[in-house]
Structures are given as C-alpha cells and as structure tokens.
C-alpha cells in the first residue's frame, strides 16, 4: 500500500482479556517500529524489527506484551491480560533502512490503533 | 530523567505570531535531532531534520541545535491556523535502531 496500515483503528476490550494489534508497513521497507503514546507522555518505544527478527525490545513494559513480524511485512503486537494502564494509542512505523530513518531520520507512521481497557 | 525533555504545553498563539519549540536532551553523544509534527488523530510526520549543530531552514520553519547546551528549538514563523498540531522534538539513539522523542508540545494557532 502507499503508507503504513494499522488495524483496528480502534478496540475497547475489557480488563484480562488480550488483544492483537496489526500493522502492514510500507511495502520494500525493512525496518519496523512499535511506539505507545499515551496522554502527555510523548512516544514510548516499545520494539523494533529488522526483517523478521527483533535486535531490540527493550520497551516491552512486561511479558504481557509480545511481537512478531512475518514475511518481512505484517507485524502483529499482542498484548495479553489486558490491564487498564495498557489503554493508549499504539503506533506502528516503518523506514527503508536499518538505522532509524536512514540518513533523514524519517519514520513513516500509521494512524494508530486506540486501545481502551475498561 | 528522561533523555529528551519537552514541555508539554499547551501553546497558544495569535495567527500571524512566532512560536518557539524547544527541547533538552542528557546525551551529549546524540548527532542527530528530528521534529516531527502530529495532527489530531493521525501519525506523526517528519518536519525538519538535523546533524549535529547549527541551523537548517525550510520555509517558515527553522531548526535549531545547540550541542554545547543540549538544547534543540524549533522556529515558526508567520503562524498559520494550519500549524496547530503536536510537535515532537526526537534524537536517534546511540545504537542508531530507534528515534527517542520527547513529550510533544501542543500548539494551537487561533485566527
């Protein structure tokens, strides 16, 4: 596609129960970015792909929170035993290169899947 | 402390105003400085993009770092309604893998 999909846009689940998140980055780009951004906290990293393996997954907040990449493309987050502090906007971004942004330092973005955990 | 500090805002300025962004950072081994602009409900999109120190134009806009304080700014000028958006000052980390940003700063432009 033109840009990075990100699917649902939206999900409202309830505490304990798990939900998966979906990002299809742009097509040829080999770098894969998961960031949470929650109110007034700017943008976490959470894990990075390059192809199909993670060099870095340093942000994953607990072992609740899991990735994977197929293909080179699709990338799927999966967030188990929701709880209510999980509730944010989850931004997948891809970018040509391995080092962030190649020589620009331009991620592209998706608009986002928000998460409400009631 | 975080590694790259901004307020939060929000801002808000006549049409027509300069507006300045400013972030910090604690790294001095950071090179790289980006900003990126957010619109309401979307993904953020890279605005200016700088190596090291000095300045870097582009239009209205006008970037900004100094290493030996640590401090980045970004410039607006001649304001538009159309700027009202989060601006999110970001530094490429020191393994190079990944962009850490700051907090965003929420900037309305009232005509």
Redo the contacts between chains.
């Keep these: 596609g033109a840009g ?1 999909s990100q699917s649902p846009s939206n999900k409202v689940t309830e505490k304990g129960k798990d939900v998966e998140l979906r990002c299809d980055p742009i097509s040829g780009h080999t770098a894969l ?1 998961w ?1 949470r951004q929650s109110l ?6 959470l894990i ?1 792909f390059q192809g199909n393996s993670a ?2 997954k340093s942000g994953l907040p607990s072992d609740r929170f899991s990735a994977e990449r197929t293909g080179g493309s699709v990338s799927t987050l999966t967030i188990q035993r929701t709880q209510q502090e999980d509730s944010a906007v989850y ?1 997948c ?1 891809s970018s040509l290169f ?4 190649g020589d ?4 592209f ?4 899947s928000r998460l409400t955990v009631l | 402390q975080k590694e ?1 500090e ?1 307020d ?1 805002g929000p801002l808000s300025v006549p049409e027509g105003a300069i507006v300045s962004l400013n972030c910090t950072y604690s790294n001095s081994a950071f090179q ?3 900003w990126y602009r957010q619109y309401s ?6 605005l200016m ?1 700088t190596y090291s120190s000095g300045n870097k134009e582009d239009g209205r806009f006008t970037a900004q770092v100094d290493k030996s304080s640590k401090y980045i700014s970004l410039f607006i000028r001649d304001s538009q309604p159309s700027d009202s958006a989060t601006y ?1 000052c ?1 530094t ?2 020191g ?10 700063t929420r900037l309305a432009v009232h005509p």
Excluded: W
């Design positions: 990075v970015y960031y007034g906290q700017g943008l976490e990293f990075y060099p870095d931004l971004a391995y080092l962030a942004g620009t330092g331009e991620l973005f998706g608009e986002g | 790259v901004q939060p790289y400085f980006m409900r979307k993904g953020p999109e890279l993009y999110l970001a490429l980390s393994g190079y893998n990944k962009l850490i940003f700051g907090a965003g």
